[in-house]
């Protein structure tokens, strides 16, 4: 089993950049596909992107396309996202999710996930 911890959230005025973290423990990230999600105030938690265990596939959902970035240091556990250019709408608790199977590819389906962290607060002013 993995235990997941966010960190890194805050309040940044829009057009500015933030990389929320997400350190693991229990067991190596290298065997888990790894994911961020976030939930808005009022909304339902969405899929923000997604990365393989080898960290060389990423997938997006096209509200972060091109601003966001997901990365993974396996050696230190740790998975990040770097938010650039931020908009007000991006404001939410980000929450990292890791998935023990491939699902034949990454996926934002929430169900595929079996650990998650307890989230960290992102707050874009305009």
């Known amino acids: 089993q993995v235990q997941l911890v966010e960190s890194g959230g805050g309040l940044v005025q829009a057009g500015d950049s933030l990389r929320v973290s997400c350190a693991a423990s229990?067991?190596?990230?290298?065997?888990?596909?790894m994911a961020w999600f976030r939930q808005a105030p009022g909304k339902e938690r969405e899929f923000v992107a997604a990365?393989?265990?080898?960290?060389?596939?990423?997938y997006y959902a096209d509200s972060v396309k091109g601003r966001f970035t997901i990365s993974k240091n396996n050696a230190k556990n740790t998975v990040y996202v770097e938010m650039n250019n931020v908009k007000p709408q991006d404001t939410a608790v980000y929450y990292c999710?890791?998935?023990?199977?491939?699902?034949?590819?990454?996926?934002?389906?929430?169900?595929?996930?079996?650990?998650w962290g307890q989230g960290t607060q992102v707050t874009i002013s305009s």
């Open positions: 990365i393989n265990r080898s960290g060389y596939s990423t």
């Open positions: 229990g067991r190596t990230l290298s065997t888990y596909i």
């Open positions: 999710a890791a998935s023990r199977e491939d699902w034949g590819g990454l996926t934002p389906d929430q169900k595929a996930y079996d650990y």
